[in-house]
T-cell receptor
Framework: DAGITQSPRHKVTETGTPVTLRCHQTENHRYMYWYRQDPGHGLRLIHYSYGVKDTDKGEVSDGYSVSRSKTEDFLLTLESATSSQTSVYFC???????????????FGPGTRLTVL | GEDVEQSLFLSVREGDSSVINCTYTDSSSTYLYWYKQEPGAGLQLLTYIFSNMDMKQDQRLTVLLNKKDKHLSLRIADTQTGDSAIYFCAESIRARGDYKLSFGAGTTVTVRA
């Protein structure tokens, strides 16, 4: 998966608890993204980063925060998890300097999060 | 994904051709992508097409783009059991000075013997 790992791969937690998901890349790509995947919705962008300490919101950012203190790591935090945040979370990276394929993104293996 | 629409399911017999259709809304999209997701895995880029092209062929895959109708299709020739997966169409759109991908909901392709 293009040198992208996500941890944990599976997590079960309770409503109201904080949760942090980690994405780690070894490709030195500038752009990193967090998506959630839900049946019937495809992938929806939560937050993304265009450099260290530079982040912006996606279309479903409420209830999530992110941090990027190093090029290789992008953290997604659910401050107080809710059952509606039960989903599969994917991290993606993009170089975008290739010019060959625009915004081609490479995806990690995903984290399945269940909030009880 | 509301800007990109796909049918949700497709069943095809092994050896036949599969055609997955997608419509998008942003006429300024420069690139359009097809991703494949196998069970329990992340998304893998299958192919892409630049907006100034109307067709691209890559081995068993053929992508057709109709810019006038904002319609994209993926044809898989000689469909195999290993082609069973979810296929996502995505468009690259410019938003707030940056490029982002907007995904469809995905088409689940089931290949039957």
């Amino acid at each position: 998966d293009a040198g992208i790992t996500q941890s944990p791969r599976h997590k079960v937690t309770e409503t109201g608890t904080p949760v942090t998901l980690r994405c780690h890349q070894t490709e030195n790509h500038r752009y990193m993204y967090w998506y959630r995947q839900d049946p019937g919705h495809g992938l929806r962008l939560i937050h993304y980063s265009y450099g260290v300490k530079d982040t912006d919101k996606g279309e479903v950012s409420d209830g999530y925060s992110v941090s990027r203190s190093k090029t290789e790591d992008f953290l997604l935090t659910l401050e107080s998890a809710t059952s509606s945040q039960t989903s599969v979370y994917f991290c993606a990276i993009s170089d975008r300097t290739s010019g060959r394929s625009g915004n081609e993104q490479f995806f990690g293996p995903g984290t399945r999060l269940t909030v009880l | 994904g509301e800007d990109v629409e796909q049918s949700l399911f497709l069943s095809v017999r092994e050896g036949d051709s599969s055609v997955i259709n997608c419509t998008y809304t942003d006429s300024s999209s420069t690139y359009l992508y097809w991703y494949k997701q196998e069970p329990g895995a992340g998304l893998q880029l299958l192919t892409y097409i630049f907006s100034n092209m109307d067709m691209k062929q890559d081995q068993r895959l053929t992508v057709l783009l109709n810019k006038k109708d904002k319609h994209l299709s993926l044809r898989i020739a000689d469909t195999q059991t290993g082609d069973s997966a979810i296929y996502f169409c995505a468009e690259s759109i410019r938003a707030r000075g940056d490029y982002k991908l907007s995904f469809g909901a995905g088409t689940t392709v089931t290949v039957r013997a």
